[in-house]
C-alpha cells in the first residue's frame, strides 16, 4: 500500500495514523501537492492528498472514502467509526466539526499563503476565524469518550489540533480549550502519532 502525501495534511495524516492503529504497514510517498502538482494529477485527478494506493492497484481518494474502506476491511469490531447507534452519530458530529475546522483554518491560511497581499480580504479572515473558533469551541465541550478507546474522533481531531496550531497558532492560545489541550498532549504521545508528527511548517501569519 502507499500512502500519498505529506503529514502537514492532517487529511492525509489521519489515514496514516488509522493505518498504524490497525496494523497496515504502507510506503510513504511524499510528493508535494503544491510542487508536484502535475504529477500529483496523475494520481488523482483533483490534484489533492491524501490517495491511497491499496494492493490491488486501485487508487483510492479523500481521506474519508479511505477510512470508509479501511473500516470496512477490518470488520466492525475494530472499525474506529463505530457501525450504528448513537456511538456513531456522535463520532461522526464529531468528525464534522474537526474536519470543518480545518476547512475553515484552511481556508484562512491559503489566503495568506498563496493570494498576492493586495487581495486579500482581511473581513473573510475574520470570518474564517470565527468559524474556527466556533468548531473549537463546540469540540472542547463535547463529551469525550475516552474509556471507550481510541476512535476516528478522536485521531480526526487530534490531527486538525496539530494542523490548527501550525497554520492558525492565534486561534489555540494556551489554556483555552483545556479538554482539546488534554486530548492533543494524551494522543500525541502514542507511537502511531509520533511517527506522524509535522515538521512545523511556516505559514505566515496575520
Ligand atoms: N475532503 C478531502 C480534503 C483533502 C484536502 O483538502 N487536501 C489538501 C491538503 S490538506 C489539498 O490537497 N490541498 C491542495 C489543493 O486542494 O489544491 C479529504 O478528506 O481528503
Known sequence: MILVGQYDSPFVRRVGISLRVLGYDYEHDQRSVFGDFDSMRQTNPLGRIP?????????????????????????????????????????????????????????????????????????????????????????????????AGLDQAQITTACALRYVEMADPELLPEGRYPALDALSRRLEARPEFQATYPPDVAYPQG
Open 51 to 147: 490517495s491511497l494506493v491499496i494492493d490491488d492497484g486501485a487508487v483510492l481518494i479523500d481521506s474519508a472514502a479511505i477510512l470508509d474502506w479501511l473500516d470496512q476491511e477490518v470488520g466492525p469490531a475494530r472499525a474506529l467509526v463505530p457501525l450504528a447507534g448513537a456511538q456513531r452519530r456522535h463520532v461522526l458530529q464529531i468528525i464534522a466539526l474537526a474536519t470543518g475546522l480545518v476547512d475553515k483554518a484552511g481556508a484562512g491560511a491559503y489566503e495568506r499563503m498563496i493570494r498576492p497581499p493586495a487581495y486579500r480580504w482581511p473581513e473573510w479572515i475574520a470570518r474564517l476565524r470565527i468559524q474556527a473558533a466556533g468548531a473549537l469551541t463546540a469540540l472542547d465541550a463535547a463529551p469525550w469518550a475516552v474509556e
